[in-house]
């Protein structure tokens, strides 16, 4: 009985101590918990608590001081600029997020609550590009699968997913309903499982730099472009590159239609014509050639990969013609005559993920993708490049012949030419939403080239560039 006894006491201590350690643990918690709701009071803030700011830039620790002058240059412009490390947000999300990925969107939805931010800058790009994990910012794939034709594709990325911060119900909008770790799941031949909302609550762009070469390149141009004095000459250019991009599903040259309309969206501007019905593109060195002049926009409509963009002569889809390649781009050398660039409708022309070693969907081995190309070209090409990260669907694709990718293209330009938006996330964020308004979505739809796909669109579309831009400049 005596030993009984003391095991019995042993017991109870054990017991005791373990309670302790569980209210010491919640206790920590609820710490933790007020430290997020009160965020200017965190060891990451020393602002005063009324302070506001308009830009937030997350990068990695490593590119920290490349990046300060473009923190300085916007605070010049009275663009109130906050710079915190990847490292940080970590750290100040420790007990937010179940991933690298969450805890920087939960980090956000912090500062647009606190600080109110209209943009998100993110400076990295993806692990998959090298072996140092420091350098990168990770990023969301949406698992919405859909094949093209007979070419699977289970999963892509998408920067959608920093933007939509909130719900329609105000919540935290985790893009994974059912938390199973799989995120905006609309599985092949099935229903939705998860039902994110989709519409931006702030305007992100990403620059997928790789290391401290690519910062120096892009903070100079973004500065640059934004200080420089501009000559209508040149910025009321409005370069357009298409052909016949379905010959067997329009009855028209639907690249050519679609850029048309994205030049009626732009009044006061100059139309130069790229297309192959006429014969003014025939190959890449046309493209070259003419942005060399200098333009304030490009607009390509047609198909691409993560190397080129392409598309056909009228009714002949056994011809290619290519409007612009990787290997063409060193060829730019438009210096401070830096147009958007909008390429939607071209297949992973975004598709920032690849490198020697990976390098899906191109032929050959490529350093990079065709966006980053166009916008980290040191003397020329652009000043941000909005296109797909996935395979992209045009109206013709869809089902209901309805939300292509030629929708956000040309909306985007109506936008900035009819709505007078002139800062380049908010023309971004605003066509997003102008998107969503205009077609609803069925989740119910298990169709292969039904409602899936308008909202893979819409996730895919991609902006590689500064999101507080000002279009233009301020000059």
Known sequence: MRKISIICNIILILIIILSINTLAVESEKGNINKQYKNFHNSDLSTIDELELFDLLIITPEIFENKLQTLVEHKNNLDIKTKLVTTEKVYDEMFWFGRDKAEKIKYFIKTALDEWNIKYVLLVGGRQDQSFMESWFIPVRYSFLERKYGDYPERKFISDLYYADIYDAEGNFSSWDDDNDGIFSEWPDNDIASDIPDLYPDVSVGRL?????????????????????????????????????????????????????????????????????????????????????????????????????????????????????????????????????????????????????????????????????????????????????????????????????????????????????????????????????????????????????????????????????LKIGGYN
């Open 208 to 468: 997928p730099c790789r290391n401290n070469r690519d910062v120096e390149i892009i903070v100079n141009k973004i500065i640059d472009y934004e200080t420089g004095l501009f000559s209508e000459s040149w910025f009321k250019n409005m370069v357009v590159v298409a052909g016949d991009t379905y010959t067997n599903k329009t009855q028209y040259i639907d690249g050519e239609v679609y850029t048309q309309m994205a030049i009626d969206n732009m009044p006061g501007f100059n139309p130069v014509k790229l297309w192959t019905s006429d014969g003014s593109l025939s190959n890449s060195w046309d493209t070259v050639k003419t942005i060399n002049k200098g333009c304030g926009f490009i607009f390509f409509s047609g198909h691409g990969n993560p190397a080129s963009w392409a598309t056909h002569p009228p009714n002949d889809e056994t011809v290619w013609i290519d409007g612009m390649k990787l290997r063409y781009m060193p060829f730019l050398f438009n210096k401070n005559k830096l147009p958007i660039c909008i390429t939607g409708s071209g297949c992973f022309n975004n598709m920032f993920n690849v490198s020697f070693l990976n390098h899906p969907f191109s032929v050959y081995p490529i350093p990079k993708c065709w966006g980053e190309g166009m916008t980290f070209n040191a003397h020329g090409g652009s000043i941000a490049t909005i296109g797909s990260t996935a395979f992209s669907y045009e109206s013709p694709d869809i089902n209901s012949n309805r939300g292509g990718i030629e929708w956000l293209d040309i909306q985007f330009f109506k936008e900035y030419g009819i709505n007078d938006i002139d800062v380049l996330g908010e023309c971004w964020s605003d066509t997003i939403s102008a998107f969503l308004d205009n077609f609803s979505i069925n989740w119910m739809d298990n169709s292969y080239d039904g409602d899936a796909i308008i909202v893979k669109n819409v996730q895919q579309w991609l902006l590689i560039g500064d999101p507080s």
